[in-house]
């Protein structure tokens, strides 16, 4: 008489059925995660812009005028320099690129400066993750 051997494990078929959930709960999850990263990133860059603008209207109150390079932040020669304003070196982006600073407005009058990102691209304009963001 043979003996029936009781084996532990699971099925092919059950294995595939897990598999498929698996599948359906990352593609219903990914999306929504995903673009929690890319307004993260434009949070991450406008919350540095404010710490740059802050050391810039420091820089402004001391020397009288807007620094021609953000690295003036950190060292400069010029007469009543006071500092430096910014603790460490002048921060990349998010996205790993320069952020954009002139002294001078040109696109409106009423501001002193611009500071910008350019976004993931480091082109101006562009959409999505590639737009730029602006202080």
Same mark, same amino acid.
């Not at 993260?40 to 402004?60: F, H, I, P, W």
């Given at each position: 008489?043979? #003996?029936?051997? &009781?084996?532990?494990?699971?099925?092919?078929?059950?294995?595939?059925?897990?598999?498929?959930?698996?599948?359906?709960? =990352?593609?219903?999850?990914?999306?929504?995660?995903?673009? /929690?990263?890319? +307004?993260?990133?434009?949070? #991450?860059? $406008? !919350? *540095?812009?404010?710490?740059? !603008? #802050? !050391?810039l209207d420091s820089y402004r109150l001391d020397i009288g005028y807007y620094p021609e390079d953000l690295n003036e932040l950190l060292s400069s020669d010029k007469n009543m320099w006071?500092?430096?304003?910014?603790? *460490?070196?002048?921060?990349?982006?998010?996205?790993? &690129? =320069?952020?954009?600073? +002139?002294? /001078?407005?040109?696109?409106? +009058?009423?501001?002193?400066?611009?500071?910008?990102?350019?976004?993931?691209?480091? $082109?101006?304009?562009?959409?999505?993750?590639?737009?730029?963001?602006?202080?």
């Amino acid at each position: 008489m043979k #003996t029936k051997k &009781n084996y532990a494990g699971f099925t092919l078929v059950e294995l595939l059925i897990v598999m498929v959930i698996l599948g359906l709960l =990352a593609s219903i999850v990914a999306p929504r995660m995903f673009s /929690k990263v890319d +307004s993260a990133r434009e949070g #991450t860059a $406008k !919350a *540095q812009m404010q710490v740059l !603008a #802050t !050391a810039l209207d420091s820089y402004r109150l001391d020397i009288g005028y807007y620094p021609e390079d953000l690295n003036e932040l950190l060292s400069s020669d010029k007469n009543m320099w006071d500092g430096p304003y910014f603790p *460490q070196k002048i921060p990349l982006d998010p996205w790993g &690129n =320069a952020y954009f600073y +002139s002294p /001078k407005s040109e696109e409106k +009058s009423s501001e002193m400066f611009v500071l910008k990102s350019y976004g993931r691209d480091g $082109k101006p304009g562009g959409e999505g993750e590639d737009a730029d963001v602006e202080y």
